[in-house]
């Protein structure tokens, strides 16, 4: 015989420790949230209307309106470094989703199964390492005497590039730096995509006579649309803050060449002391990240109907 639910009669309190538990657990996380984000965030925006240069003293901060964003957005070098970044994370995000989807599917094959788990583990120690510790490594592989990247080039008969000393191998090297760590990423989430995709459809498209890459356009990035498009949008949202790879290879150089978005806002604030500038950079930059990712769903939204 079934116990009688018992209800609580309309009016009544819930006992005191139901009505505290969530005020015990959310308060925490929500008094840490408040503190390290809302707080920081609110006083940057206060900042960037005002004129705050840490070389001063404190007497000297005043209000000067829309000012520090007028400035920033007529300066040349913070328009050169939207539209580098712009270009960078467009770049590497194709490339890295062309590559991931390359390397999976070699991983998913029949004939690399022997191999795919050593190489997966090869594969995620991009990851795994800092930025800042990558950046470093490559910095001293692309040396124009003594890196290794030159030698190579020298041994197979063509001429030394001066990788971090001009602005178009500069920027090479910097895609070429991000793609390396981030690749990985993409291969993982794509191998596991992957396994979702059905082996009758498979089989029965390849009974049907389709061929491999009729399978692979027709069958298989159908049923992968969705992690495409979480991969694309982690993966812009990543790129378009580009910092530490930047700062350590080349430190915006040749001149402000290879600046990004972050880096010129990060030098504004904290190397030339304009700190109302730096902070209303960093919501012209919030503006310019949120128009993408907007965008971005638009588009993905658009093909998935």
Known sequence: MSNPVVKRKSGTQRPFSE?????VFLGPAVIMLVCISIIPI?????LSFQSYNLAMPASTIHFVGLK???DMLVDKN???SIQWTLTFAVVVVVIETVLGLVIASMLNSEASVRFAAPFKTLLIIPMMVAAVVSATVWKLMFYP????VNNTLARLGF??????????YAKIAIIIVEIW????FCVLVFQAALKTVSTEMIEAARVDGATGPRIFFSITLPTIRNFIALVISIRISDALRAFDAVMQLTNGAPGASTETIGTTIYKTAFRYNNVGQGSAGAFIFFVVVSIVAVATMLIMRKQDD
Do not use: D, K
């Open 19 to 23: 009505r505290v538990a969530p005020v």
């Open 42 to 46: 609110g006083y940057s925006f206060y």
């Open 68 to 70: 520090n964003y007028i």
């Open 78 to 80: 913070f328009i050169a």
């Open 145 to 148: 005497v003594y890196g290794v």
């Open 159 to 168: 001429s030394e590039i001066n990788w971090l000393g001009e602005t178009f």
């Open 181 to 184: 760590m981030a690749t990985p």
